[in-house]
């Protein structure tokens, strides 16, 4: 009856997830607000400096009130959940997503110097100081037209005013509103002519006006009003900003890559959850359960803090499913081995969740440290991206290490899975009994006759000539530095049908931009990436953004970078590889010992040089994306390494006493034997999940993707060949200079240790 009830309680508990995801995963996932790169927008990082001429101090106080005067003109705009936030002091980042008519929000928010008020031949009446601040108004007059009204704050003033110019002949009876006007180089005569003036307005005047309430009407549309009652009430911006970092992305252009990304998450996904249930058989269909559990747990994590889910962070959370499957992973391959063993099912599965757990624990911390240190030096999506990483190993760990071995656990206690050891993916020809009285490293493994300790000078060989070779090719090619870190403008023009680099070439020389950086990409080449190394002024971008819509009716993705912000982000990059390397060399130092943790940093540097290598030799673009391929890899490697080092620090412990460097090299060839299965599995599963991101995801990840395929390589490599192996080479040499190593003596037990309670 109690084992019956188990099982019921399984289902009722699996019919729960299944009500409670079906039901309300599709109002939460419309809730999410999406980026820039999945649904349009623009965004701009805006340098506040004293205007020309003006002794005014940037303080705090003056960039809070440029930000509220920033935050009125975008309320005119009517953009949904706008972002603005002011960084390093001195700058705002504004993040207009989903909006439209990215040219006028542009021009809206860049118009900063004085607004004032002239008659027909430019001289100025009068300036933004005169109106009451937020007194202009959007309305509609007596007749059902759109005017604006402004409230003024010295009425007598506006009357001499309105009386001077209301004696004027026409069409000069006109008072000229005006924002950014140049001296000696702009005129109303010269701009009333053209089609699209630079001026704002200009109401004609037919009689004095002794009023505190002024009406300006004409031939305006409700949005036109708007706009000016906006403009008006922000008045001059009390600075000067200069555009340090652009980036526009058209909508068409958002909506396929969100349509793309999200096609690869599923089919990356389904490719994971399949191999699960093909290797682990009825463990792995709890896997898919709780995997399941955590992709809904992160969609509401994220809405709920109200995130920005971007293109990077629909990576992440793929990524996160391989950290999730991760721990699943190591969790039933110790339960196998326990079963290999002749232990009962109860057995195994109480001893290898219990053995599982700390590897897991140390794995998830080292992996956090790098998204910790990603999400700091982060900007923009890349720091969303962390954000969705940092939120993916926690919800990870709650469903694949408590949900798993709670549902796993109803099953076990119930009896069910008594001796039935291919529910578990294990035939029966490899269980010994329990009579051996066999430990799990007298198990046979398929890589017995690898000698991985003894042949670890070839692989330092190996490693070093690939090394070398990367140096050279470093030196020849160098790297193909984006314009995050080399400054300029980056253009992708996209067309529905393929591209070639002649049609693009000849395209942007015709639009007056030529170009001879171009790059070809997306499905069928249908993207053509043109870089300058100049950068581009707002004019020039929309030129060159109505070029591209009347040739290929797809409005382009414009990018620019300063040479400063640009400075900014390689130097921050450096910081945040090199903190991550000392924060990882901190922790496995503490939790393990100081040789460990050499040899894991050691190990990710040599993941991230071929990385660095391999894009130079491919001629990859290198942007700040890459390097959070490079970070999110660091977190893999180290968890793989922590997982390698983990079961050798176990080995040990069962040794008690290491008094040859025979015994040393016979612990990591059992380590490593006993744990390649796992980390074959690991990657394999990762490997479907960026395989299903590189073929089937936005052309914008693409070297993203890459990036993080030839990490995975080398991370797997350098755990087994390189982490592993420099661990034996420095506790050989203490073993040659201390002699004997007490293992129970010397080592103390971690608080996180083997003894943790299983559910």
Not at 681 to 709: E, P, Q, R, Y
């Amino acid at each position: 009856m109690k084992a019956r009830s188990r099982i019921i309680a399984f289902f009722l508990l699996v019919f729960m997830l299944v009500g409670l995801i079906g039901t309300t995963s599709l109002p939460i996932a419309k809730d999410i607000n999406l980026g820039l790169d999945l649904q349009g927008g623009f965004e701009v990082l805006y340098q506040v400096e004293p205007l020309e001429g003006s002794e005014k101090e940037i303080t705090e106080e003056v960039v809070s009130d440029t930000t509220d005067a920033l935050r009125s003109r975008i309320d005119v705009l009517g953009v949904s959940e706008p972002s603005i936030q002011i960084e390093s002091g001195n700058r705002i980042r504004v993040q207009l997503a989903g909006i439209e008519d990215q040219s006028s929000a542009r021009e809206l928010l860049s118009t900063e110097a004085n607004l004032s008020f002239r008659d027909a031949n430019d001289n100025v009446m009068l300036s933004g100081d005169d109106l009451a601040q937020g007194g202009a108004t959007a309305t509609f007059n007596q007749e059902g037209q759109p005017i604006v009204t402004l409230e003024l704050n010295e009425p007598g003033k506006f009357a001499e005013v309105t009386g001077e110019i209301a004696q004027m002949p026409a069409p000069d009876n006109v008072l000229v509103i005006w924002l950014d006007f140049e001296e000696g180089v702009d005129s109303y005569q010269e701009e009333r002519l053209k089609a699209d003036p630079k001026f704002v307005s200009d109401p004609r005047v037919s009689q004095r006006i002794n009023s505190p309430s002024v009406e300006i009407s004409g031939s305006f549309t409700v949005e036109e009003t708007q706009n000016l009652a906006g403009i008006l009430n922000a008045g001059a911006l009390p600075v000067k900003l200069t555009e340090v970092y652009s980036t526009s992305v058209g909508a068409q252009f958002g909506e396929q890559a969100l349509d793309q990304t999200t096609f690869a998450a599923g089919i990356g996904i389904a490719a994971v959850l399949i191999f699960m249930l093909l290797f682990y058989r009825f463990p792995g269909a709890i896997a898919v359960i709780t995997l399941s559990a955590y992709v809904y747990l992160i969609l509401v994590i994220f809405e709920w803090i109200g995130g920005v889910l971007t293109l990077p962070g629909i990576a992440a959370i793929m990524l996160g499913v391989g950290m999730a499957v991760d721990a699943n992973i190591i969790t039933y391959e110790r339960i196998r081995e326990e079963l290999r063993t002749g232990q009962t099912v109860r057995d195994a599965f109480r001893t290898g969740a219990r053995s599982s757990f700390s590897a897991i624990i140390d794995a998830n911390i080292t992996t956090l440290l790098a998204a910790a240190v990603l999400f700091y030096f982060g900007t923009s999506s890349v720091k969303g991206f962390a954000t969705m990483l940092i939120i993916s190993i926690l919800a990870s760990f709650l469903t694949a290490v408590w949900g798993s071995r709670l549902m796993l656990g109803l099953w076990v206690w119930s009896g069910f899975l008594d001796n039935k050891p291919g529910w578990f993916g294990l035939s029966k020809n490899k269980i010994h009994t329990k009579e051996e009285n066999l430990h799990i490293t007298d198990l046979s493994t398929p890589y017995d006759r690898f000698d991985f300790a003894g042949n670890r000078r070839k692989f330092f060989a190996a490693s070093l000539a690939l090394i070398l070779s990367g140096m050279v090719v470093l030196s020849v090619f160098q790297l193909n530095l984006g314009i995050d870190f080399s400054s300029g403008t980056r253009v992708e023009i996209t067309s529905e049908s393929s591209l070639t680099k002649d049609e693009v070439e000849n395209f942007v020389e015709s639009a007056g931009y030529p170009s001879d950086d171009i790059v070809m990409a997306g499905e069928g080449s249908s993207i053509g990436v043109v870089r300058y190394a100049e950068e581009f002024n707002q004019e020039e971008i929309e030129e060159l953004k109505t070029a591209a819509v009347d040739e290929y009716g797809i409005e382009p993705n414009v990018s620019t970078v300063s040479p400063t912000v640009g400075i900014e982000l390689a130097q921050n990059a450096l910081y945040a590889l090199a903190i991550a390397a000392v924060g990882i060399i901190i922790y496995v130092a503490f939790r393990f010992e100081w040789r460990m943790g050499v040899a894991s940093v050691v190990a990710l540097l040599h993941d991230a040089f071929f990385i660095v290598a391999a894009f130079s030799i491919l001629r990859l673009e290198v942007d700040i994306t890459f390097i959070a391929a490079v970070l999110t890899i660091i977190g893999y490697s180290i968890n793989d390494t922590i997982v390698t080092f983990d079961r050798i620090r176990e080995n040990m412990r069962r040794v008690k006493k290491v008094e040859t460097v025979e015994q040393l090299e016979r612990i990591v060839n059992t380590s490593l034997r006993q744990t390649l299965t796992r980390s074959i599995n690991t990657v394999m599963t990762v490997f479907l999940v960026v395989l299903a991101l590189l073929i089937f995801g936005a052309a914008s990840i693409t070297n993203f993707s890459i990036a993080l395929l030839i990490g995975l390589i080398a991370g797997t490599y350098s755990s087994i060949f390189i982490a592993a192996q420099l661990w034996l080479v420095l506790k050989k040499r203490e073993l040659n200079k201390k002699g004997p190593i007490d293992i129970e003596k010397k080592e103390q037990e971690s608080k996180w240790g083997s003894d943790e309670p299983v559910v």
